[in-house]
């Protein structure tokens, strides 16, 4: 069974940072696109940002870009999600996953992965 586990979250104050973690077991994060999404009480879960397998291509939801950044480590198989600048809007529990068919790209959609994490908390408050 391939299994997710994101770290990192917590409670931050507006404009702080943290870093998320997607760490893997039993399978190479680097043989798939990796995506994190998120899910806020009483909204759908939406994309956040991903990673090719390749590493070469990213994307962004427009409502974080420059303040959040995806990268990910092979020799430690994990992919982090660095997020600066951070609003009480971004609170939310943030989900990885991993989608084994895409190639050279990493899409923003959830229907596209395949295997899930079980989330971490974001919580942006004073």
């Known amino acids: 069974q391939l299994q997710l586990v994101e770290s990192g979250g917590g409670l931050v104050q507006p404009g702080g940072s943290l870093r998320l973690s997607c760490a893997a077991s039993?399978?190479?994060?680097?043989?798939?696109?990796i995506g994190w999404f998120r899910q806020a009480p009483g909204k759908e879960r939406e994309g956040v940002s991903c990673?090719?397998?390749?590493?070469?291509?990213?994307n962004y939801a427009d409502s974080v870009k420059g303040r959040f950044t995806i990268s990910k480590d092979d020799a430690k198989n994990t992919v982090y999600l660095q997020m600066n600048s951070l609003k009480p809007e971004d609170t939310a529990v943030y989900y990885c996953?991993?989608?084994?068919?895409?190639?050279?790209?990493?899409?923003?959609?959830?229907?596209?992965?395949?295997?899930w994490g079980r989330g971490t908390q974001v919580t942006v408050s004073s």
């Open positions: 996953a991993a989608d084994r068919n895409s190639v050279g790209y990493c899409p923003m959609t959830t229907y596209q992965y395949d295997y």
């Open positions: 039993e399978f190479t994060l680097g043989y798939y696109a």
């Open positions: 990673i090719a397998r390749s590493g070469g291509s990213t």
